[in-house]
């Protein structure tokens, strides 16, 4: 299973992005491979960021169109266990990433998958990332 | 559910429609995933893939360069609530 993070999907968005290409592939591999999700927080955090950038209005086209590319039976959702995980990495000094990644990397955790991003915090956190 | 509809106006809509029906038309036909014909198969790729390229292009006219020097996303942790 391989889960894709935030930054891979924010860069597919903006073709003058220095990580644009490798992520349109990926966002691709989301609708094409049968092993590749998206965290349902990954959807929730795009949303965070489109908001610091764009208009509400914006914002809803945006995720509108959004709608029409992530396939909805590759949403991953979290659960309490994968919240419990992130908090007690949280305590014991082992969440490296925002609030999210380590939401994302405890899911990888929980379902034993790879995180497909080039953010070096997941590897901090024990989890393999792929790009 | 083949029931008459009002035929969508964008072609986003109308992209959206075609796969939807489709997707109907097998239902309908209790149709095994196995048992759709290749041909079928291949319009339904070949929608979707439209589809996929003409709502990113649709993003891509919104975010206009915007995002370009976003490497991280910055931090919402509970510790720094983001604003509303």
């Known amino acids: 299973m391989k889960l894709l993070d935030t930054m891979t999907v924010i860069a597919s968005l903006d073709p003058n992005h220095k990580h644009y290409r490798k992520a349109v592939i990926h ?12 965290p349902c927080v990954v959807i929730h955090e795009c ?16 995720l509108r169109n959004l709608n029409l590319i992530l396939p909805k039976n590759k ?25 999210t990644d380590t939401l994302i990397a405890s899911l990888a955790y929980q379902n034993k998958a790879n ?17 | 559910m083949l029931a008459s509809r009002t035929f969508p106006k964008n072609r986003t ?3 959206k429609y075609s796969i939807e029906r489709i997707q109907e038309i097998c239902e309908a036909f209790l149709l095994p995933q196995e048992m759709v014909s290749d041909n079928l198969k291949n319009i339904y790729n070949g ?14 006219s919104i975010t206009k360069g915007k995002l370009k020097d976003m490497e991280k996303v910055e931090d919402c942790s509970l510790d720094k609530p983001f604003r509303t």
Do not use: C, N
């Not at chain 1, 966002?27 to 998206?38: G, P």
């Not at chain 1, 991953?76 to 490296?96: F, N, R």
């Not at chain 1, 995180?115 to 790009?131: E, K, L, N, P, Q």
């Not at chain 2, 929608?47 to 891509?60: E, G, N, Q």
């Open chain 1, 75 to 99: 949403i991953v959702p979290v659960d309490a266990e994968t919240h419990a995980i992130a908090t007690q990495w949280k305590l014991i000094g082992q969440s490296y990433g925002g609030y």
């Open chain 2, 13 to 15: 809509e109308e992209l």
């Open chain 1, 27 to 38: 966002l691709q591999r989301l609708r094409s491979h049968d092993d590749v999700f998206i």
């Open chain 1, 115 to 131: 995180v497909i991003s080039y953010d070096a915090s997941f590897r901090h956190m024990g989890i393999t990332t792929i790009w």
């Open chain 2, 47 to 60: 929608l979707s893939d439209k589809l996929f390229w003409i709502a990113l292009s649709d993003i891509h």
């Open chain 1, 47 to 62: 949303e965070i960021v489109l908001r610091k950038r764009f208009s509400l209005a914006k914002v809803e086209q945006i």
